[in-house]
């Protein structure tokens, strides 16, 4: 069984388009994150929630909206795409707290034309 | 947000050689995490910390909890070409993850 999960696996749009990613765990975990994987390998975090409420946004544009319709899930849409916004997705799950390890989904990955 | 030091940026190394890599913060830390990244694929846990001074191993892995919690390390002993991949060290200070920049490693048959 797939603990975390992601669709699509490939996303290729146009510029200015409206896309969603989907972020599925079954880990009973009540903490996800998603994640932004530039052509240089970075991670660098999103959003982080618990129990589907916002804890983290680090300074992402406000064209990113993730939602959390139930603590498995978190979904990621995105407005107006940008070619910048080109990248690798990854969704991630953990237990809340400290000393918790992250489990990451295989990730999206996203090229705006 | 923070983003730790790792270092080599990367490596290219013989089937058989150890490796070492590491990782530095300028905050300390109360968790270590590593994983490894294969091509096309989300990253994969592979030995957590808790404790500064920890030594941890997972086959031929073994990572350490720095003394000062403001690093970490981790070496792979006799390197097999399965081995390939992007290694990212993590370290949570509180709740939040910050990951490290990532050290590829090649190895050659």
């Known amino acids: 069984d797939t603990a975390v999960s992601q669709t699509p696996k490939y996303l290729v749009t146009q510029m200015g388009n409206d896309k969603s990613i989907k972020c599925e765990q079954n880990l009973g975990h009540d903490t996800m994150y998603w994640y932004k994987q530039d052509s240089k390998k970075f991670l660098k975090i999103m959003f982080s929630?618990?129990?589907?409420?916002?804890?983290i946004n680090e300074t992402v544009p406000n064209r990113f909206s993730p939602k959390s319709p139930d603590k498995a899930h978190l979904n990621l849409h995105i407005n107006s795409l940008e070619l910048g916004d080109s990248a690798v997705y990854f969704c991630?799950?953990?237990?809340?707290?400290?000393?918790?390890?992250?489990?990451f989904g295989p990730g999206t990955r996203l090229t705006v034309l | 947000g923070q983003q730790l030091n790792q270092s080599p940026q990367s490596m290219f190394i013989q089937e058989g050689e150890d490796v070492s890599m590491n990782c530095t913060s300028s905050s300390i830390f109360n968790t270590w995490l590593w994983y490894k990244q294969d091509p096309g694929e989300g990253p994969v846990l592979l030995i957590a910390l808790y404790k500064a001074g920890e030594l941890t191993s997972n086959g031929r892995l073994t990572a350490q909890f720095g003394i000062t919690r403001k690093d970490s390390f981790l070496n792979i002993s006799a390197s097999i070409p399965s081995d390939v991949g992007i290694y990212f060290c993590?370290?949570?200070?509180?709740?939040?993850?910050?990951f490290g920049t990532g050290t590829s490693l090649t190895v050659i048959p």
């Open positions: 993590a370290g949570q200070p509180g709740n939040q993850f910050y």
């Open positions: 991630a799950s953990s237990r809340t707290g400290r000393g918790q390890s992250q489990f």
């Open positions: 929630y618990n129990n589907k409420e916002l804890i």
